[in-house]
């Protein structure tokens, strides 16, 4: 299984930006999936997850601003990030789980087997 991850980047506070996650190697509708991000020195943590079926929950930090999706038949997972602040300059990682039951949401790194390689959003103020 592959995960690729893009769509950082450098925008300013309150802007929008999307990032998408590509699955390769699975049935991609068979995984269930999660974005972490992480700050130098400081561990990575929990931003959203998205089941299989659907369903989805997020870190207090970004709910309300953060909406997460998938599209089964292009093998793309989305994090949509609205209302940007300096707090949320990250490296931005998503992760995949083919064990998951439809319903299940995973929101731990140890719940992940598959990660990509990560991606760089910078808001500045």
């Known amino acids: 299984v592959q995960l690729q991850a893009c769509g950082g980047g450098l925008v300013q506070a309150g802007d929008s930006l999307r990032l998408s996650c590509a699955a390769s190697?699975?049935?991609?509708?068979?995984?269930?999936m999660g974005w972490f991000r992480q700050v130098p020195g400081k561990e990575r943590e929990f931003v959203a997850a998205i089941s299989r079926n659907g369903g989805t929950t997020y870190a207090d930090s970004v709910k309300g601003r953060f909406s997460m999706s998938r599209d089964n038949d292009k093998k793309l997972g989305y994090l949509q990030m609205t209302s940007l602040k300096p707090e949320d300059t990250a490296v931005y990682y998503c992760a995949a789980n083919y064990r998951s039951l439809p319903y299940r949401l995973r929101t731990t790194e140890e719940d992940y087997d598959y990660w990509g390689q990560g991606t760089l959003v910078t808001v500045s103020s």
């Open positions: 190697g699975r049935t991609f509708s068979r995984c269930a």
